[in-house]
């Protein structure tokens, strides 16, 4: 077995990157990059920010669809923010020695800075309830869960792991069982990959992309944000792609697309790197 430390020449290409997504807000619009650095917390700006209620509990599409409705793009020192009939509205960093407050996001309680009344107005305004933004500048505060990430792993405001991937040819095979076929979107992943057979990940270990080395750590579980159209926040099928996939994918702790993974050495990926395949085992889809 190769360590996490493992020369990555030495590993086969199984793969490459077709596509790489940043979610700075979680839960809003992503981005298209070309490339970026893969840090401990995962792609840099991905999940940094996050939309809370005035008691601090995070908020998702789980409850607002209409989240993926807001667009948000890089701008100077922060985001820039948009919906249609609001228009834009340009959010600073909150600086690193503002005060901190405690948000929830699952089970865990994260110090984090609010972003100010002006951004919880505009966004409050684009999501029609009460809320407020906050950033995350501790990017060391949030462990991944050490039962199934390496020790020292961490995670920003994401689920529960610092990356996603996700295989375009997975998705064809999925889109192969579906009554009508979703885009990868609607699974938000951070690493987009072609070239594997379908599934094939499902026994990947340990990946070398671009300078970076992620370690897998588990199928991703998947829920109703699935089911919501990214660009109309409509639900055209309230039991699809989870249907096919509670046939086709269950597995301990519900149904499963997607790798969730740990960055074990940091880096810079892009789009056209090859993803070679430094360590395998048997599939990580534990039947339920």
């Not at 966004?123 to 462990?143: E, K, M």
């Not at 671009?210 to 897998?216: E, Q, Y």
């Not at 990926?269 to 534990?286: F, T, Y």
Request: net charge positive; charged share 20%.
């Amino acid at each position: 077995m190769m360590n996490d430390l493992a020369d990555p020449a030495t590993g086969a290409p199984v793969a490459r990157v077709v596509a790489l997504h940043v979610h700075p807000v979680k839960s809003l619009g992503g981005i298209a990059v070309a490339e970026g650095r893969l840090g401990p917390c995962g792609l840099e700006d991905d999940r940094r920010w996050m939309v809370v209620d005035p008691d601090g509990r995070f908020l998702t599409q789980r409850q607002m669809p209409h989240m993926a409705l807001v667009g948000v793009a890089r701008g100077p020192g922060g985001l820039v923010l948009a919906r249609a009939g609001l228009g834009a509205h340009a959010v600073a960093r909150p600086p690193a020695d503002g005060a901190r407050r405690m948000v929830q996001v699952w089970k865990d309680s994260v110090p984090a800075v609010d972003a100010g009344d002006a951004a919880a107005a505009w966004l409050g305004a684009a999501l029609g309830r009460p809320c407020r933004l906050v950033y995350l500048h501790d990017t060391g505060a949030r462990p991944a869960d050490p039962a199934f990430a390496p020790p020292g792993a961490t995670v920003g405001f994401a689920d529960g792991f610092a990356v996603l991937l996700a295989s375009r040819d997975s998705l064809d095979a999925l889109n192969r069982d579906l009554p009508a076929a979703v885009p990868m979107d609607r699974f938000r992943p951070n690493l987009v990959l072609e070239g594997a057979a379908p599934w094939a990940e499902d026994g990947w270990r340990l990946l070398a992309v671009g300078a970076a080395l992620l370690r897998i750590v588990k199928p991703c579980s998947r829920c109703i944000v699935t089911t919501i159209d990214q660009q109309t926040a409509e639900i055209p099928d309230p039991r699809e792609p989870l249907a096919t996939l509670a046939r086709t994918r269950r597995a301990r702790g519900g149904v499963m697309f997607g790798q969730n993974a740990a960055v074990v050495r940091p880096g810079r990926i892009a789009v056209g790197d090859q993803v070679r395949l430094l360590e395998e085992g048997p599939s990580n889809l534990v039947p339920a």
